[in-house]
């Protein structure tokens, strides 16, 4: 299978423990976000790679919320403290580099905080 | 900051029915593009609009791109059991991200 892996694929958790995601996008793909989803609500945007330089990051990613892409490949998201408004759909996606390309999206890693 | 709404949030048609979603941008937009998500899913690139009032078609699927590129709709003709999901539209925002919709959730009714 040639597309964007995320695992876990469920991870439960309680409040205050820390956890890690990883995702392994498509690999002639660049660009690399991190997007988290709740129920009923379209994906949010969190952070962008592109190859290993985190370019961006959203306001909403607190400093408990850490990403990393080290050498260009696979990426991970850590998130220190949890709390149980963490809990949602942690969603990867890549893209080739160029301009409008489309996000290939990974299958998510669902977070549940007790 | 930018922000990219979508009307109906949720439809239910008769099977056979049309339906339509519109996406509605606070700002301009170089580019729309359209994504579906089946219920348990993750999102799946549809379609990418570039120029003013453009019209694209995939079979039963109709987008459209308006002419002062702040707002597209997708109609989809005689909805079928194999559409229902929600759709989303996702414009870009600054140099590397794009914004999701609040999505249309389509549920069809056999």
């Known amino acids: 299978d040639t597309g964007v892996s995320q695992n876990p694929r469920h991870k439960i958790t309680k409040r205050g423990q820390n956890v890690t995601f990883r995702c392994d996008p498509i690999?002639?793909?660049?660009?690399l976000y991190w997007y988290r989803q709740t129920l009923g609500q379209g994906p949010e945007f969190l952070t962008y790679?592109?190859?290993?330089?985190?370019?961006?990051k959203s306001r909403l990613l607190s400093d408990r919320f850490s990403a990393e892409r080290p050498k260009g490949s696979f990426s991970t998201l850590e998130i220190q403290r949890t709390e149980q408004g963490d809990s949602a759909m942690y969603l990867c996606?890549?893209?080739?580099?160029?301009?409008?390309?489309?996000?290939?999206f990974g299958e998510g890693s669902r977070l549940t905080v007790l | 900051g930018q922000q990219v709404m979508q009307i109906p949030q949720y439809q239910h048609v008769q099977e056979g029915e049309d339906f339509t979603t519109y996406c509605n941008s606070s700002?301009?937009?170089?580019?729309i593009q359209w994504y579906k998500q089946r219920p348990g899913g993750h999102p799946v690139f549809l379609i990418q609009?570039?120029?003013?009032?453009e019209v694209k078609k995939q079979k039963r699927l109709t987008f459209q791109f308006g002419e002062a590129k702040k707002n597209s709709s997708l109609h989809i003709t005689a909805t079928q059991t194999t559409d229902v999901g929600t759709y989303f539209c996702?414009?870009?925002?600054?140099?590397?991200?794009?914004?999701f919709g609040t999505g249309t959730r389509l549920k069809v009714l056999a």
């Open positions: 996606a890549s893209s080739l580099q160029s301009w409008g390309g489309e996000l290939f």
């Open positions: 690999s002639e793909h660049n660009r």
């Open positions: 790679f592109q190859n290993e330089a985190q370019l961006e």
């Open positions: 700002t301009t937009l170089s580019n």
């Open positions: 609009l570039v120029k003013s009032g």
């Open positions: 996702a414009g870009p925002s600054g140099t590397y991200k794009y914004i």
